[in-house]
Nanobody
Framework: VQLQASGGGLVQTGGSLRLSCADS????????MGWFRQAPGKEREFVAT????????DYADFVKGRFIISRDNAKNTVYLQMNSLKPEDTAVYYCAATVGVTGQTINSIDRYDVWGRGTQVTVSS
């Protein structure tokens, strides 16, 4: 799996962005996928995760109701729709993959072993 995140940028408070994470190697269908973020001076943290088939999702409390994770296995792509953005959402966002079973989601950063290059999201106040 070779992951590349894209779609970041500068947006005003309350705005929206959609991040994409594409795999240029093998299919992502066999992997649980996750989004994480890292703000300056802070540790990388969990944002959202989605099961292999896309039927189960889990979110960090601070994005529930604002962010939506989805995937299109035919396109080998995972998305993160980010709405109602806040300045505290400013960070580098990373996608990651790990082996999992059907219906499983994983929110532990230590469980992920394939990481893509991040994309910067900046939310201005």
């Amino acid at each position: 799996v070779q992951l590349q995140a894209s779609g970041g940028g500068l947006v005003q408070t309350g705005g929206s962005l959609r991040l994409s994470c594409a795999d240029s190697g093998r299919t992502i269908a066999a992997y649980v996928m996750g989004w994480f973020r890292q703000a300056p001076g802070k540790e990388r943290e969990f944002v959202a995760t989605i099961s292999r088939g896309g039927t189960v999702r889990d979110y960090a409390d601070f994005v529930k109701g604002r962010f939506i994770i989805s995937r299109d296995n035919a396109k080998n792509t995972v998305y993160l729709q980010m709405n109602s953005l806040k300045p505290e959402d400013t960070a580098v966002y990373y996608c990651a993959a790990t082996v999992g079973v059907t219906g499983q989601t994983i929110n532990s950063i230590d469980r992920y072993d394939v990481w893509g290059r991040g994309t910067q999201v900046t939310v201005s106040s």
